[in-house]
């Protein structure tokens, strides 16, 4: 039978439960042990995929379909666990179930209450990841203890705990020591308070992970353990990272995290085999060598916006032995400024996903530089629509060419509605979500890039390439070199007359990895290398012979 181990989370919010929840499974799985990973989100929304990017950061599909939080992509960075749409739970589709069935007549006549019929539904949630070939169920719990709106996943983890088993169960809080500048101290009374709330509820945390910026000594470390009611072994200090978050794992570790889960849960763990993550972390701190990719979007302000863009550059550079620099570059400066202005010197460009017309014609222009100036350019989701968008205008001459989504009656609409979508009303989960396949066509950079003919990628969109245009297209250069033959769509275009210029309709950032970076984003960071490189040979013979 599987285990369990729920992660809360006190003080406030953004601590990094995601990330330390996803380092616990890693450590596990690197001692043998098979884990699912889960998250329970207590907002409303039936999932995020309605929400603002400003609000809530990237949507993560998954592959069967489901729109998430985004640190199921911590998951699946971390660990092999099968994330689906068992993976996470909101507030809204909790409750949403419990209606149906109520309408269902399910309850037979009974008044419906968040004891017992919510929290059992919760319970159910749970359950749900609990397959017969794994050892340990994580579940994260979003939110912040003491809020009102996560009062019903902790009083469904306290009756978990109850009705498998406390030698079952394990609780791992994660809370924030602050540090007083002004004072020059550590203060344990917000985590005390945490705690406190915690154990109202009915629940003793068997870990205090304690997130913090400076040094914890052993007195206070005692102290929380005195008043927290934890073993001392049990309270672990884990400190802000400075170079990367692939030290997580590593730092939990020296602390013998895993070892103190493996006791408490008696599970059947073999030694731990960290040596390829531990040699991947100083292969990020030996680095030196640089180069400045420019991700051109309207949602920059905020860095949970295109995490996994983020981090698939980052592994990508971890391949190259080359650090990539992030350069933010808001697509409304662009329209104002021009191109030239924000991405002159830049050693590469990237157009991320996103919807509505806000930014589009700095995304156009964006791409039209690189195009013009011979720079890597690779484009996500909507940027493949735009890099058709202004091939049609600037190179094909069609001047009017523009997309349905933003110019509904446009006289040359080179992206269009999906005719699977026409009709559809409703907003959420409505979209086409999940993997579907797609086949290359040899000789071209995108075969080169996997190394095999059918490939499978994740989506989130509801417009495509229009095919009446692919032949014009086509006879200007454009190649469509790869398409999910099922339905004769676009998938992959590429211009061969340029150093590196390609656009892909799915989402690659959900399926790369800090040890088996994506090849598509292996591929541009190595084109932008090479870029980086001769400017910087130019730059030492300009310097030799001036």
Same mark, same amino acid.
């Given at each position: 039978?599987a285990r369990?181990?729920f992660?809360?989370?006190?003080v406030?919010s ?6 330390? $929840? ?8 690197r ?7 889960? /998250?329970?989100d ?6 995020? %995929? ?8 990237e949507?993560?599909?998954? =592959? ?8 199921l992509?911590?998951?699946? +960075?971390f660990t092999? @666990? ?5 993976? &996470? ?8 179930s419990?209606?149906?069935?109520e +309408? ?39 939110g912040?203890? %003491? ?9 469904a983890?306290?009756? !978990? ?13 994660l809370?924030?020591?602050p540090y ?6 550590? /203060?344990? /009374? ?20 304690c997130?913090t ?8 470390l005692?102290k ?14 884990e ?8 030290e ?22 073999g030694d ?6 531990r ?17 051109? #979007?309207?949602?920059i302000?905020? &860095?949970?916006?295109?995490?996994s863009?983020?981090? @698939?550059?980052a592994h990508?550079?971890? =391949? ?16 104002r400024?021009g ?16 919807f #509505?017309?806000?930014?589009?014609? %700095?995304?156009?222009? $964006?791409?039209? !530089? $690189?195009r013009?100036?011979g ?11 735009m ?5 049609a205008? &600037?190179?094909? #001459? ?5 997309s ?16 699977e ?5 409703n ?11 797609c ?8 075969h ?10 994740? *989506?989130? *969109?509801r417009?495509?390439v &229009? ?7 086509? $006879? ?14 676009v998938?992959?275009?590429?211009y061969?007359?340029?150093?590196? !210029? ?16 994506h090849?598509? !984003?292996?591929?541009?960071v +190595? ?12 730059? @030492? ?5 001036s």
């Open positions: 039978m369990y181990i992660v809360t989370g006190g406030v953004s601590l990094g439960k995601g990330l330390t $929840a996803a380092s616990i499974g890693l450590l596990l799985e001692r043998g042990l098979k884990v699912g990973m889960q /998250k329970l207590p907002y409303i929304n039936v999932d995020p %995929g309605t929400m603002s990017p400003y609000q809530h950061g949507v993560y599909v998954t =592959s069967d379909g489901a729109e998430t939080d985004l640190d992509g911590h998951y699946e +960075r092999h @666990s099968p994330i689906t749409k068992n993976s &996470n739970f909101t507030t809204g589709r909790i409750y949403l419990v209606i149906e069935k +309408r269902r007549g399910e309850y037979l006549g009974s008044t419906v209450q968040v004891v017992p019929h919510i929290t059992n539904e919760i319970k159910s949630a749970i359950l749900k990841m609990a397959t017969h070939d794994l050892d340990v169920v994580i579940t994260e719990v979003g912040t203890v %003491g809020d009102i709106e996560s009062l019903p996943f902790l009083e983890i306290r009756q !978990f705990a109850l009705e498998q088993g406390r030698d079952k169960v394990m609780f791992i809080h809370t924030l020591v007083i500048r002004a004072a020059g101290e550590l /203060k344990t /009374k917000p985590s005390q308070h945490s705690v406190a709330h915690l154990r109202q509820i009915g629940i003793q945390p068997d870990v205090l992970v997130r910026e400076v040094e914890m000594d052993d007195d206070m005692g929380l353990s005195l008043f927290c009611n934890v073993p001392r072994e049990a309270v672990i200090e400190r802000d990272v400075r170079t990367t978050i692939y997580v794992p590593l730092m939990l570790q020296e602390h013998g995290l895993d070892e103190i889960v493996v006791r408490r849960l008696q599970l059947p763990a731990l085999h960290l040596d390829d993550w040699e991947m972390v100083q292969t990020i701190k030996a680095v030196d060598e640089e180069l400045t990719i420019a991700v051109c #979007g309207k949602y302000q905020l &860095n949970d916006s295109y995490k863009i983020y981090e @698939s550059l990508a550079g971890i =391949s190259q032995r080359v650090k990539v620099k992030l350069k933010k570059v808001d697509a409304e400066a662009v329209e400024d191109a030239r202005a924000h991405l002159a010197g830049v050693d590469g460009i990237l157009i991320p996903g996103g #509505g017309h806000r930014g589009i014609q %700095g995304k156009i222009e $964006a791409i039209r !530089f $690189a013009e100036e720079i890597p350019l690779f484009g996500i989701c909507l940027g493949l629509q890099l058709v968008i202004e091939f205008r &600037n190179v094909c #001459g069609l001047a009017p060419a523009n349905t989504e933003f110019e509904p009656e446009c006289p040359v609409p080179v992206i269009d509605l999906m005719d979508q026409k009709g559809v009303a907003k959420g989960g409505t979209m086409r979500l999940g993997a579907y396949p086949t290359l066509k040899e000789g071209t950079l995108a080169s890039l996997y190394g095999e003919a059918r490939i499978s990628e994740r *989506h989130r *969109h417009f495509e &229009n095919n009446r245009y692919r032949q014009l297209l086509s $006879a200007k250069g454009l190649v469509f070199s790869g398409m999910y033959v099922e339905k004769d769509l998938e992959i275009v590429e061969p007359d340029h150093p590196w !210029f390609l656009a892909v309709q799915f989402h690659p950032e959900f399926q790369s990895r800090p040890l088996t970076p090849p598509i !984003f292996k591929g541009f +190595r084109a932008a290398q090479q870029r980086a490189r001769a400017a910087k040979s130019r730059a @030492s013979v300009a310097g030799e012979r």
